[in-house]
């Protein structure tokens, strides 16, 4: 099969692999309808994030089951199926509490030995505890299908962000970050109840889509600007729920200024940088709480995706260029460069 | 009136300084019976945290009001009070929401202009929002009038931190640090429930403290090793609730490394230090999160006061040395050199 693989920083090809098939009897193969790709590739992409030449990539993708191994009870050929941006084994303590990235037997696509969302095919380990099936309908609608893709990471982690942060039905929410966990992070502070939604971000395109999915407010500036208009539509006091989607030591301290004393920051943007750029003494003397992480997004995708069917949340419009697997290294160029949003592949 | 000064680092002075006076109508005046020397003191001791030379010092007291202002309400002359280690306003929003320590118009005791707690007489600014009443008969109680006074700081600072830990019926809660605060956070997580509570320390006095407040293990280890102990108490996973008592890198480190994952880290320790010993990234990687800072223990003496009252909790223990006001510098030397633990004085 072809799928995508990182030889280098910036060089990214689709590659002749070998075909998956089932290992061990928790498998199943799943053949990809829709994959895409991530803000936190491009840390792969830019060479942040260290990879073996020859590593796949991409760890968001939905599609359909094409073999099942013998131990696989949830699911049988022909399934259309969402996977979550990790693997898990769905039977350890971890797991049973809903912290699916904490699972001794779980792992990331991608990394060595293991498929990457961005190709023909992924082997599947442990997919009973791993993957969620869709309505078989869904199929054959195009805006649906691309919407229950955000599952399999963004919307997810969105999610995880506003509950980190204590989004509540009435509370004001700033968000930090204008790229997909952003834009959806502002979806899951509103289907949360916030009443009020601050998105900060400077690029018209993502600040519209943030008003559709329902920000009340734009801040159109970074760094001491957004700290004190955020204060100023405050009442001088911040938010108590920020959402920090980022994961540079800048975005952190954006979150930080912004924040009311006694609120919450919830964290989903990968950390980078050599320092946090977090100055623990003003979270001290503003007792304001740090909470996320990497998203157990299985654990949310039984809770969001009768919202998705519905249509009552629909993050689809975050991809906003689409892309054939031989578009995928186009696709990283354009997201590196933000002239892209969010890159949808159609293997 | 006499009253401790701290003129520089180590020199800390008992002198004659005005008396205190009602100033504006919301004051009392406080004259002090029980006052004490706490770890965040060693700061400015220390020359850690900067001092004007001839600020008064100590922020914990327990007294009879000797003088009330005209628009004070709830306190007359000849009152019992105890005072949290910030005043406040009462009627602020921070205030109606418990988080007092955010007042715009609080402070610390022994701020530039303010008395301290380490002296004869204090005025109280804001007597009605700060104060809180005590049963007179608590006067001719020694052992009770002592343990009355941890409200004023350690004991509160210990709920704080056992609360941001996220302490409930049955947790596993590890506590660093074996000062007043963390010896108060045993109390604390054993009061709010928990099952199992490990303390680190290597002092056997204070380690045998930690046993009488509720500590089901002792980890007599420091760094790496200690987060061993812990993880071997906890089946390899670390404990859920984890109260960090100290402020240092070693310390947060620590209290990171014996984390559970998806558990919570519950700071009260003062932070210190040039970085913050914290590496975001394995917070994220494990989704733990930080919750705590400055202690509003205004807002916890209503819900504390009736279980030291009746005995169910007695915080007395902590304090290992009584000194006169003369005897003040050498009550800081005693716990600058850790041969004291905390220092009551008796002005």
Known sequence: MRATVIHAPHDIRVEEVPDPRVQEPTDVVVRVLRACICGSDLWAYRGESARQPGQRIGHEFLGVVEEAGSQV???APGD????????SDGTCEYCAEGLHTSCPRGGFWGTVGSDGGQGEAVRVPFAD????KLPPAAVSDDRLLTGL??????????????VGAGVRRGSTVAVVGDGAVGLCGVLAARRLGAERIIALGRHRAR????KTFGATDIVAARGEAAVEAVRELTGGQGAHAVIEA???EQSMRTAVGIARDGG???YVGVPHGSGTGLDLSVLFDRNIALRGGVAPVRAYIPELLPDVLDGTVDPSPVFDVTVGLDGVPEGYRAMD????????VKP
């Open 73 to 75: 009870a949830g699911f």
């Open 80 to 87: 259309l199926v969402v996977a979550p941006f990790v693997w």
């Open 129 to 132: 505890g791993t993957l969620v």
């Open 149 to 162: 893709l955000a599952l399999s990471d963004v919307l997810g982690t969105g999610h995880h962000a506003a």
């Open 207 to 210: 600040t519209d889509i943030a």
């Open 246 to 248: 980022v994961g540079t």
């Open 264 to 266: 919450a920051i919830g």
């Open 337 to 344: 460069e933000r002239t892209a949003l969010k890159v949808l």
